[in-house]
Antibody, heavy 117, light 107 residues
Framework: QVQLVESGGGVFQPGESLRLSCAAS????????MHWVRQAPGMGLEWLAF????????SYADSVTGRFTISRDNSKSTLSLQMNSLRADDTALYYC??????????WGQGTMVTVSS | AIQLTQSPSSLSASVGDRVSITCRAS??????LAWYQQKPGKTPKLLIY???SLETGVPSRFSGSGSGTDFTLTISSLQPEDFATYYC?????????FGGGTKVEIK
């Protein structure tokens, strides 16, 4: 079945770096644009980053521009998010999401990132 | 960047009630708006796209309307499984944005 599975979360100290991954299965990954969205505990959804199906266009939220980098490997059906210079306010559940014909039609279960000293 | 303001931020309603949630964009976004439902501990689920198109499999009691800057999600007869938080999202331009959410609680 169509599935997205995130990994790479954990507990990190401020200033550290980490790389999140999102493994796609059950669909032709290379045909779809992909996004990262996060949700801080008890808070709403925050859009973070977008990458076009072929990687030719990328966009970021202002809150992560210059610190986070989205990338994809279509040969491995994998989406990544490199997160540098972590801050306490990066603590959140990080989702990858597929942009279907019209909106985000498939979401992963999320991976939790906690930034704390 | 386009800001989305949802109202109310929360509401209490009874089973069978008609419920409406509004989403206002800081600038015109045509019909490039989607609505999602999120239950506690679950991932968001797409309900409505293009402001008024019902996603496949979503019950017909859900409907969306509006264009430009003002949008509404309506649940015609609230069911027990509809108690959740609802978010709007704009796709008109990057950076994309979500509304702050509306929590629908049991009265």
């Amino acid at each position: 079945q169509v599935q997205l599975v995130e990994s790479g979360g954990g507990v990190f100290q401020p200033g550290e770096s980490l790389r999140l991954s999102c493994a796609a299965s059950g669909f032709s990954f290379s045909d779809y644009a992909m996004h990262w969205v996060r949700q801080a505990p008890g808070m709403g959804l925050e859009w973070l980053a977008f990458i076009r199906y072929d990687g030719s266009y990328i966009s970021y939220a202002d809150s992560v521009t210059g610190r986070f980098t989205i990338s994809r490997d279509n040969s491995k059906s994998t989406l990544s998010l490199q997160m540098n210079s972590l801050r306490a306010d990066d603590t959140a559940l990080y989702y990858c999401a597929r942009f279907g014909p019209y909106a985000f039609d498939v979401w992963g279960q999320g991976t939790m990132v906690t930034v704390s000293s | 960047a386009i800001q989305l303001t949802q109202s109310p931020s929360s509401l209490s309603a009874s089973v069978g009630d008609r419920v409406s949630i509004t989403c206002r964009a800081s600038q015109g976004i045509s019909s490039a708006l989607a609505w999602y439902q999120q239950k506690p501990g679950k991932t968001p689920k797409l309900l409505i796209y293009d402001a008024s198109s019902l996603e496949t499999g979503v019950p017909s009691r859900f409907s969306g309307s509006g264009s430009g800057t003002d949008f509404t999600l309506t649940i015609s007869s609230l069911q027990p499984e509809d108690f959740a938080t609802y978010y709007c999202q704009q796709f008109k331009s990057y950076p994309l944005s979500f509304g702050g959410g509306t929590k629908v609680e049991i009265k």
